[in-house]
C-alpha cells in the first residue's frame, strides 16, 4: 500500500499484488521460455476482476473515482513480478480506448462488456511496416464496397496481443487524398472472413504475450464497425486513445523497475564477499539509491499524470509523453543496474533478474519511440509558451548589447 492511495487505489492495488504473487510471479519464467500465451494467468486476472478496473460501471465494468490512477496501480503491481503480464494485461486497455474516446454508444454497449468480463481480449493495430513512428503514414486501405460498407486490405505490424485477441480496433486509410482526414478506425472481430495472423514474432522480451503481423484480406466490415459512426476521425481517435495508454506503459516501466531493485535489494544482502554481504559495501549502497531515487521520481510522475488525466484536465498529451519516456528510461537503466548488482549470476538465464532488462527495452519502443514522447514534450512547451512572453523584455535582444569594454 503506498501512504497517499484513497481506500479505491489500495483495493485495486491488493487485488493486483495477490494475482501477481500468487498466480504471475511462479509462473514468470515458464511462459518466457515457451513464448507462448498464458491462459491460466489470463483467467487468473479476469477471475479477480482487474480486467474491469479502466471500464466504467454503465459498460459493465468498475471504474471508479480515478480509473486512471487504479489502472497504473494493477500494472504496476502486475510488472513487479513480471513486466511482460504488465503489458499482456494493459494492451487490453490499448485496444479498447478507441471505442472508450470514439464509439457510439451502441459500440460501447455492444463491444465493451465483453471485455470487462475478460472474456473477449482486444489488441490494437496502428503500425505498419513502413509506418511506425510516422503513423499517419498508413497505407491499410479501407475501400468501399457498397451502401455502408468497406474492405480492408493490408498489414499491420507489431500487433500486441494479436492472436490471442477476440477483438482488433484497425486504423486504415478511407481517404487519400484529404491531410487531415485520411484515416478511420473499425473495430474487427477474429473471425471475420480474410482476417488472419501473420508472422508471430521472435522477441527479446515480453515473450509471454504475442506481438504479430495481422492480415486484412478484403475483411468486409458495415457502419455499426465504423469507429464513432464517422469517417475521418481515426488519427485523432488514435493519438487520444495513446494519451490514455502511455501512463500504463509508464506504470509498466515504474512496475518493471521496483520489481528489479526489489530482487537486487534482497541478493544484495543475500551475497557474501570478503566475509560480508555486498550490501555492506558503499559502492553498492549508492547504486541501490539512485536505483530507489529514480523510481520514486518515476513513480510520483505516473501517479500525478494519472490523477491529471482523472480530473479531466485538458492538454495532457504533454505529460502522458513525459510520464512515458522517464519511466521507461528509468526501467532500462534500473534493470541493468540491478543486473550489474547480481553480477555473473544476474547475466544467466537461471537467475530471474535478466528478464527484467530484456522486458525493460521494449517499453522505450512501443506505444511512441522515446524520441516520439520528446516530440509530443517539445510540442507541449511551445504552445503554453504564449504564457512566458513578458519574459522576453528581461532578455536583452542581441543586437541592442553595447560593448562596454
Ligand atoms: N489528441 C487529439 N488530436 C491530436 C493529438 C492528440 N493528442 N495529437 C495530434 N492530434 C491531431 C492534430 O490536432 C492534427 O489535427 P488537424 O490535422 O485537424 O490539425 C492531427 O492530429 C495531426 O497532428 P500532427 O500534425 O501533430 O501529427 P504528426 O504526423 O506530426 O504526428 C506524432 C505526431 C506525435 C509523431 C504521432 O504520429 C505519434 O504519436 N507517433 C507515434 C505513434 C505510436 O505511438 N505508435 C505506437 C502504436 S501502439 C504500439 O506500440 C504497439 C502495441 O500494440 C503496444
Redesign the pocket.
Known amino acids: 500500500m503506498s501512504a497517499l492511495d484513497t481506500a479505491e487505489n489500495a483495493m485495486w492495488r491488493q487485488k493486483a499484488r495477490d494475482v501477481a504473487e500468487k498466480v504471475v510471479r511462479p509462473l514468470s519464467k515458464k511462459y518466457d521460455d515457451l513464448q507462448e500465451y498464458p491462459w491460466e494467468i489470463r483467467d487468473a486476472l479476469a477471475a479477480a476482476g482487474l480486467m474491469k478496473v479502466w471500464i466504467p460501471k454503465e459498460y459493465g465494468g468498475e471504474a471508479g473515482e480515478t480509473p486512471v490512477l487504479n489502472l497504473c496501480i494493477v500494472v504496476e503491481e502486475i510488472s513487479k513480478a513480471d513486466p511482460a503480464i504488465g ?1 499482456l494485461f494493459a ?1 487490453n486497455a ?2 479498447s480506448f478507441p471505442i472508450l474516446v470514439g464509439g457510439t454508444e451502441e459500440q460501447k454497449q455492444r463491444f465493451l462488456p465483453r471485455i470487462a468480463s475478460g472474456e473477449k481480449l482486444v ?5 505498419e511496416k513502413t509506418a ?6 498508413l497505407k491499410v486501405r479501407a475501400v468501399a464496397s457498397g451502401e455502408g460498407k468497406w474492405k480492408i486490405h493490408g498489414e499491420k505490424k ?5 492472436g490471442a485477441a477476440d477483438f482488433y480496433t484497425v486504423f486504415a486509410v478511407t481517404d487519400p487524398e484529404s ?3 485520411r484515416i478511420s478506425a473499425f473495430i474487427v472481430e477474429k473471425d471475420m472472413p480474410g482476417f488472419s495472423i501473420g508472422k508471430v514474432e521472435d522477441k527479446m522480451g515480453i515473450r509471454a504475450v504475442p ?1 504479430v503481423e495481422t492480415v486484412f484480406d478484403g475483411v468486409e466490415v458495415g457502419e455499426d464497425r465504423l469507429l464513432g459512426g464517422k469517417l475521418g476521425q481515426g ?6 486513445t ?2 490514455r ?2 501512463p500504463g ?1 509508464a506504470a509498466q516501466g515504474m512496475g518493471c523497475a521496483q520489481g528489479a531493485l526489489d530482487l537486487a535489494t534482497v541478493y544484495a544482502q543475500r551475497r557474501q564477499q570478503f566475509g560480508q554481504s555486498i550490501a555492506s559495501f558503499q559502492m553498492v549502497q549508492k547504486m541501490l539509491a539512485d536505483m530507489a531515487t529514480q523510481t520514486e521520481a518515476a513513480r510520483q510522475l505516473v501517479y500525478s499524470c494519472a490523477r491529471m488525466l482523472d480530473a479531466g484536465l485538458p492538454n495532457t ?1 504533454k505529460v ?2 513525459m510520464a512515458k519516456l522517464f519511466s521507461t528510461d528509468v526501467a532500462m537503466k534500473v534493470t541493468t543496474d540491478a543486473v550489474q548488482i547480481f553480477g555473473g549470476y544476474g547475466f544467466m538465464r537461471d537467475y530471474p533478474i535478466e528478464k527484467f532488462m530484456r522486458d525493460a527495452k ?1 517499453t522505450q ?5 522515446n524520441q ?2 520528446r ?2 514534450v517539445a ?1 507541449g512547451i511551445l504552445k503554453e509558451a504564449e504564457a512566458l512572453t513578458h519574459l522576453s523584455a528581461y532578455i536583452p535582444e542581441e543586437d541592442q548589447m553595447v560593448y562596454e569594454g
Not at 507489431?158 to 494479436?162: L, P, V
Open positions: 503489458v494492451v490499448l485496444g489488441a490494437f493495430c496502428l503500425s511506425g513512428s510516422d503513423a499517419q503514414g507489431w500487433t500486441t496481443n494479436g491531410r487531415s482526414r506481438v488519427f485523432k481517435h488514435a493519438m487520444m495513446l494519451d495508454a502511455r506503459v498529451s502522458a509523453a521494449i519502443i512501443y506505444e511512441g519511440t516520439v514522447q516530440i509530443v510540442r
